[in-house]
């Protein structure tokens, strides 16, 4: 029997400047830019093993064997995998995630990194870190971002090989923590690739891509910087434009609940007296209070004074994704 087997690991990451909608839906191709940074402390841990007498794909994750849509996913992209390698073998994936999936913790982003690079290397490619943050992005768009090493931007493009992200600074360049404040574990209702699609319905849209550039300069240069008030103004307002955009669209997607926004309200006064914080959400009603490291003890305790917080998980800057052993 013969046997091509890797394991990779992957971080998620929070989108500081956010991707919302795509130019072209079958490639992810994005109408806009985005910047992010990965999670150090949470992760998805995937190994890949192509066996030439499998009759079909596989997907095992956190140990259950799955089916339904989320196989049809992996099936999908690995035949991307497959015809790049122009190889016809089909795999076993198992995979791990040491977070929640679904809840709004970009868990589709470091399981198709991983993937991506656990899945190529298994079948013998030998992709660049462009390949293969282009090949990610194939899966779920965010994910070309969880390629990466530390703070990341995914230039847009226009076609398959001009959509990468690209690391815009390492991880110890600035000892940013993400407190990301749980307030459901429950499944999103409609996931963000759905939710792409309904991106153009909304009347905000529009507005809200064409001052994307303006965003996206001035959150690069407040990284750049070091400059926390810079970047926490953008990031409530790129945070509040994109939920704007959802709710506007229809059908409308409110991912906003009631602790969701008792969070956002405590944050901007906190941020009022003097601490570095402030809040972002993705598609999903948990909020991402993000502060420096000399305030994360502060926060963490005044977030878990907060009712309705199920759980908080932190995460400094991560690095890139990487090959580990099997
Ligand atoms: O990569 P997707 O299709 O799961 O989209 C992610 C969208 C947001 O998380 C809401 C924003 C972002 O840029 O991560």
Redesign the pocket.
Known sequence: MKKLSSSAIAHP?I?LI???GNKNQVL?IPVNG?I?FNLDSLFTKTQVTFISELPSDILFINGHETSGSGLDRVVSFLNFVRELAGKQIFAQVNSENNFPVGTGI?S??SAFAALSLAASNAIGLNLSEKELSCLARRG????SRSIPEGFVEWFPGETHSDSFAVSIAPSTHWDLVDLVAVVTHEHKKV???A??KLANTSPLQSARVEDTKRRLDIVREAIKYRDFQAMAEMVELDSNM?HAVMMTSSPTLMYWEKSSITIMKNVQKWRASGIPVCYTM??GPNVHVITTKDYSEEIHQKLSSISGIKKIFTAAVGGKARLIDN
């Not at 779920?140 to 994910?143: D, H, L, Q």
């Open positions: 990451n989108a956010k991707y919302w992810r985005s992010s970009a589709s982003a779920s768009g965010s994910a996931g963000s690739t939710g792409h994109m993705d598609a």
